[in-house]
């Protein structure tokens, strides 16, 4: 129900947009986030709209990365700024109607899920 594109090869200190699209539903109400899985890592958090209002990012991408979702509620971004090589990983979109805020930085709560799009930086 989710699908996450927008992926590609850039270099260190460009821009990237990732894109979430919903199929069937809207996302209001909904806590929507973005987590990305590094080779050899496990799936960590990027950032999130918490139930359509707060917006939270990890201490890592804070300030490079913003989250955003049109005004129809159908379509998530992830605006990716100053790049750099540690962000190379897989992004995913993740969604849920009925999580608290203590966890969403979990992904085993989000009950939706895209298939993820590669994100590779070279330095």
């Known amino acids: 129900q989710l699908q996450a594109s927008g992926g590609g090869l850039v270099q260190a200190g460009d821009s990237l947009r990732l894109s979430c699209a919903a199929s069937g539903r809207t996302f209001r109400g909904y806590t929507m986030a973005w987590f990305r899985q590094a080779p050899g890592k496990e799936r960590e958090f990027v950032g999130a709209?918490?139930?359509?209002?707060?917006?939270y990012y990890a201490d890592s991408v804070k300030g490079r990365f913003t989250i955003s979702i049109d005004n129809a509620r159908i379509t998530m971004y992830l605006q990716m700024d100053n790049l750099k090589s540690e962000d190379t990983a897989v992004y995913y979109c993740a969604g849920d109607r009925n999580l608290i805020y203590s966890s969403m930085r979990i992904d085993g709560q989000y009950d939706y899920w895209g298939q993820g799009t590669q994100v590779t930086v070279s330095s």
């Open positions: 709209i918490f139930r359509s209002s707060g917006i």
